[in-house]
């Protein structure tokens, strides 16, 4: 290790992760972010995590619903084809993890509404809402399907 000014030789005996450095492409040592030794894996982390997935999934919905409207524009034909696909299993999976991405957005812009708002910014209201945010997409989305199969707008 690179004798570094103002950092003890014996810091990183005494566990300070700030003493380890990194030497720069330019030959310069500067210390290492601790942010990796000192945060510990969170469910808010999960849920902001997952928002940002969920956004870039609701882009691919979008480009699926501009096909599905390019379809019913060019006609009866084009359209059936179209509707074919979605009734596939492949095309019942899709929209199944679509509906999931739709729940989740749901969920993550009410928990980002009630912070902005100034609430449940403490910690175990931080949390409730994150793990709601993280693990009620998957039954709503469930629960979603099972209406449209049972009512029968949906089958195989």
């Known amino acids: 290790m690179t004798s570094v000014p103002n950092i003890p030789a014996d810091a990183d005996k005494a566990g300070d992760l700030s003493a ?7 030959g310069r040592p500067r210390p290492m972010s601790p942010h990796l030794q000192t945060w510990r894996w969170h469910v808010t982390m999960t ?4 928002f940002r997935i ?7 919905a979008a480009i699926i619903l501009v096909g599905w409207l390019a379809a019913l524009a060019f006609g009866p034909e084009v359209y059936a084809c179209v509707l074919k696909c979605a009734a596939s299993p492949l095309g019942l999976f899709v929209g199944f993890g679509l509906t999931v991405v739709l729940f989740s957005f749901l969920l993550n812009g009410a ?3 009630i912070n902005d708002l100034g ?7 931080a949390n409730l809402m994150s793990n709601i945010a993280v693990w009620g997409p998957i039954p709503l989305a469930v629960l979603f399907w099972v ?6 707008r949906v089958s195989l």
């Open 54 to 60: 969920t956004i870039g999934a609701a882009s691919v």
């Open 119 to 125: 609430r449940g910014l403490t910690l175990k209201p």
């Open 111 to 113: 928990r980002h509404l």
């Open 147 to 152: 209406l449209l199969f049972a009512t029968g």
């Open 20 to 26: 380890k450095v990194v030497i720069q492409p330019n």
């Open 47 to 50: 849920a902001s995590i997952l």
